[in-house]
């Protein structure tokens, strides 16, 4: 025989739903759901841009590699201007080509002044670095913003779904835990999501600017040295 009290639990039942992550997104409200959805799509974007990276720096590196075999292998610089000034292959490579270009243009147009030739050249290296390091950099500042404010964007979730939880406890007059325990879950699953797309982030942020950082010295390291070489060229022109 059935008694009020399991038609009550049956009923319970039917209106808490289930646990599962599907569930907990298909009964929040629809502001945590804009939460989750918002959270889901910063991540998504995040691992995009994290692969990206990582096949950039590596591609970079061995590049960076290649060039300095080639440069320190003893072509002569005349020739490996020529090879490279129509399609640069690496970040020292722009290097190379943007002084080689300012040399040549100097002496092409006739120019006499040593020192203003240093200066541009100098100019120009310093120009190409900040270049190539922001292009390197590029959409770094998404995953630091992510890793920053994902934590509290799932906060709002999680506020917003225990205030939904406190409003149903309030219409139905009942503090049972089965009527509290859903609005809870669908609150912590917020704060949860915005751990997830913010712990990778920090990390991968981390990470590539540390990249960042090695990759912008050696090509300050190049420049340096390169100007070096040609500021011994004008002095043997003087």
């Known amino acids: 025989m059935t008694t009020p009290a399991d038609i009550a639990t049956s009923a319970l039942g039917a209106t808490t739903g289930g646990f ?10 629809l502001v945590v759901k804009l939460v989750m959805i918002g959270l889901v799509v910063a991540s998504i974007w995040s691992w995009g841009i994290i692969f990206d990276k990582v096949i950039l720096y590596a591609r970079t590196k061995r590049q960076m590699d290649r060039f300095e075999r080639v440069f320190w292998s003893g072509q002569s610089l005349e020739d490996l201007y020529q090879s490279l000034s129509s399609r640069p292959n690496s970040s020292q490579a722009a290097l190379f080509v943007a002084a080689m270009r300012e040399w040549k243009r100097s002496f092409e147009s006739g120019a006499r002044g040593v020192g203003g030739l240093s200066y541009r050249i100098e100019k120009v290296l310093d120009l190409t670095i900040a270049r190539e390091t922001d292009k390197l950099e590029r959409r770094l500042l998404f995953l630091a913003s992510v890793g920053s404010a994902a934590p509290f964007v799932g ?3 999680t506020v917003w779904g225990i205030m939904t939880s406190f409003q149903a406890i309030a219409a139905s007059k009942n503090t049972n835990l089965a ?3 859903p609005g809870i879950a669908e609150a912590l699953f917020a704060t ?11 990390i991968a942020y981390n990470k590539f600017s540390s990249e960042v950082s090695k990759l912008s010295g050696r ?8 100007y070096a070489i040609l500021s011994r060229q004008l002095d043997e022109k003087q």
Not at 219 to 226: H, K, M, Y
């Open 179 to 181: 009527v509290v325990a």
């Open 192 to 202: 949860a999501m915005g751990l997830l797309a913010a712990i990778p982030a920090v």
């Open 219 to 226: 090509l300050e390291g190049f420049a340096d040295e390169f």
């Open 20 to 29: 599962s992550f599907l569930d907990l997104f298909l009964q929040a409200h």
């Open 155 to 157: 906060l709002f979730g």
